[in-house]
């Protein structure tokens, strides 16, 4: 039943999102910091290098070591593989996947 009720949710959220005219969840520090930093880290991961450092924020901003970017977290992943570049619906797909996976326990 959690996951029947877990999916349900993410398929409910992911509906929603899609049918907003432009991308939910960049707002805030997800536009400004969270999703340009992770994308930076994705693309570095295809590309074959390792996202270690990023000049793209002020003096520099470390992509592997700190959480914010999540430079190893497969849900990001997936949700940044799944959307077409420059990935502006990421975070849309990646949100529900999580709000599934808390409701679901």
Known sequence: MAVLLG???????????AFSEEPWTL????????FPMTLEA???????????????????FPLL???ITAGFYPL????????????LRAFDLASPLHAGILVAG
């Not at 999916?7 to 999102?17: A, I």
């Open 7 to 17: 999916v349900s949710t993410s398929v409910g959220l992911t509906v929603l999102f």
């Open 27 to 34: 707002r805030l520090d997800n536009e400004l910091e969270i």
């Open 42 to 60: 994705y693309r570095r991961w295809k590309a074959g290098h390792v996202p270690s450092w990023s000049d793209g924020l002020w003096s520099g």
């Open 65 to 67: 070591a700190d959480p």
């Open 76 to 87: 990001h992943w997936l949700s940044f593989f799944l959307t077409p570049d420059p990935h």
